[in-house]
C-alpha cells in the first residue's frame, strides 16, 4: 500500500518540478529547439537578403570594422569612406586591400577588408 501511494505520488512531483522549471526559464522557441538543417533554414530567414544592419566594431587593430567583398572580380581591394567624426561633412577616401586591417590617413580607425558570400 505505501509502495502505492509513492506512485501516486511521484507524477504528481514530477510535473510540479516540471512546472516550475518551464515557468523559470519559459518554453523554448522553434529556433531555440531546431537542429541540423531546421536550424540552418531558421539561420537563413533571419536574414534572407543581407538587409539588416551589420554588428559594429570598435574599429582599433584587434577589433578592426570590416568591409565586405563581394565581387572577386574586382581584385583584391575596395574604395572605403570614412567620416572620421560624427558631425564631418567630408568623406575621406581610401583603398582598402584584402589581408591585414588598415588605417584611416585622418583618424586613424582599422579596417579589414574580407571576402563575403552572398547567400543563395
Known amino acids: 500500500m505505501a509502495a502505492r501511494a509513492l506512485l501516486l505520488l511521484r507524477p504528481s512531483a514530477a510535473t510540479t518540478i516540471i512546472r516550475n522549471f518551464s515557468f523559470v526559464s519559459g518554453i523554448p522557441t522553434d529556433e531555440e529547439q531546431a537542429t541540423g538543417w531546421s536550424a540552418l533554414l531558421f539561420i537563413g530567414h533571419h536574414d534572407p537578403y543581407s538587409m539588416l544592419k551589420p554588428k ?3 574599429g582599433t587593430q584587434d577589433e578592426p570594422h570590416i568591409v ?3 565581387v ?3 581584385g583584391n581591394k575596395r574604395l572605403v569612406g570614412c567620416l572620421c567624426e560624427e558631425d564631418n561633412t567630408a568623406i575621406v577616401w581610401f583603398w582598402v586591400h584584402e589581408g591585414h586591417a588598415q588605417r ?3 583618424c586613424g580607425s582599422h579596417y579589414q577588408l574580407v571576402h563575403h558570400e552572398l547567400p543563395h
Open 72 to 74: 572577386p572580380s574586382i
Open 56 to 58: 559594429e566594431y570598435a
Open 68 to 70: 565586405p567583398s563581394i
Open 104 to 106: 584611416c590617413p585622418s
